[in-house]
């Protein structure tokens, strides 16, 4: 009897562990045979054909949504049009590409709302109205060459004032400083700004600096000559930048400036909150001068061409005053060699760009040519050799 209840126990152990190999062995098949659901193709191919749309030019696109219905589709999803550049141009005076006014008048008609970074190129003040009547969503606006207007920069700030962060203006001249300041006075949230010298206004500065103004995070300002004698500058208020910066303290306030050296007077007369200056046409030593006793705020500096008089003691004045210099670019200019390691030693390590062409050094009876990157280095912390002019 025992005999048999202790085999009856085995075979019934066995048949237990049997039946739980089974149920695993069933699971496994299980995982095994569960179905993966398919990726949804359509809306993928769809993502991908968006981002090729993406790079490719208006008319190209015209033409590609013209393939097929998917294609089509992809043409007019509003994430396609939330940055766009408009081009038109007179067909008969300019070789520039343009944008065919039918295709501009399709954008406006199905995409005006959707449209959010606008560049706008073009001969024909009535297509840009067109843009800015339409238009409700407009955070970033780039005109270039442009008749842009005082009236249209009105209906600009009537449709778009809530969401306008970022406005770049270049070779707008019908714009008065008027114009301007109605921009900056409704658009409270504009955070960049670029515009020419002629609009900057002591008003504008004020506006910008308005307790409903957020603080401004980048300013440009062209100063641009086409013949000398012929433009005359004014002269901004002292007080009307000191309001500027404690409204905005860490703005960054940029100036390209393209005068002649006689044009220059009212300019660096006393103290300017410039984080960025660069000079494209020849800039006197009184000018360099000036900008040291006057640039507290410089970061970076670009001369492009000063002439045949050594800027050892400007070079100094700036090292010494201009505190947070980090970028400097010499191009034809004369600095001697003791007065640019001088120069780099009192500004040390900061200097993370130090761009100086080898004919702008001049060497004296303390250090060569050769000398002079070792001992540059040595005070930057990296190793340095000065730009070397293109032989061919």
Not at 185 to 192: A, S, V
Not at 251 to 256: A, G, I, R, S
Not at 383 to 389: G, Q
Request: hydrophobic residues 40%; negative net charge.
């Amino acid at each position: 009897m025992k005999r048999g209840r202790k085999t009856n126990e085995a075979n019934s152990s066995s048949s237990e562990d049997t039946t739980e190999k089974e149920s695993k062995r069933h699971k496994a098949v299980e995982k095994k045979t569960t179905v993966v659901q398919s990726p949804d193709w359509a809306n993928l191919l769809q993502d991908i054909i968006l981002q090729v749309f993406q790079y490719l030019p208006l008319l190209d696109r015209a033409h590609a949504s013209q393939v097929c219905r998917s294609w089509n589709q992809v043409f007019h999803m509003p994430d396609l049009w939330r940055c766009f550049e408009f081009e038109l141009n007179q067909p008969a005076t300019s070789n520039l590409r343009t944008t065919h006014p039918e295709l501009i008048k399709q954008i406006i008609k199905r995409h005006s709302n959707h449209l959010q970074y606008v560049s706008f190129k073009s001969h024909f003040i009535s297509a840009l109205t067109v843009v800015f009547v339409n238009s409700k969503s407009l955070s970033s606006l780039k005109i270039d060459d442009t008749p842009v207007d005082d009236p249209s920069l009105k209906v600009l700030v009537a449709n778009n004032s809530d969401t306008l962060k970022l406005l770049k203006m270049s070779s707008c001249p019908h714009v008065s400083p008027a114009g301007i300041l109605c921009v900056a006075d409704q658009c409270h949230g504009l955070r960049e700004l670029a515009l020419n010298y002629h609009l900057l206004s002591d008003e504008l500065l004020l506006a910008l600096s308005s307790e409903k103004h957020v603080r401004l995070e980048h300013l440009r300002i062209d100063v641009v000559s086409e013949n000398p004698g012929q433009t005359q500058f004014h002269t901004i208020q002292k007080s009307s930048w000191d309001a500027f910066i404690k409204h905005s303290p860490k703005v960054n306030l940029v100036m390209y400036f393209f005068l002649y050296e006689e044009e220059f007077d009212p300019f660096f007369r006393y103290e300017t909150p410039v984080t960025h200056l660069y000079f494209g046409r020849s800039v006197s030593k009184d000018v360099l001068g000036r900008v040291g006793m006057t640039c507290p705020r410089l970061v970076e500096l670009v001369v492009c061409a000063n002439g045949l008089r050594p800027l050892d003691e400007e070079l100094i004045c700036i090292a010494e005053r201009c505190k947070f210099l980090s970028a400097v670019g010499l191009g034809e200019c004369e600095v001697s060699c003791s007065a640019f390691v001088e120069f780099v030693k009192m500004c040390g390590g900061r200097l993370s760009q130090l761009s100086i062409m080898e004919e702008v050094l001049i060497p004296d009876q303390k250090y060569s040519l050769e000398q002079i990157h070792w001992e540059v280095s040595k005070h930057l912390g990296r190793v340095w050799f000065p730009d070397m002019m293109p032989t061919w």
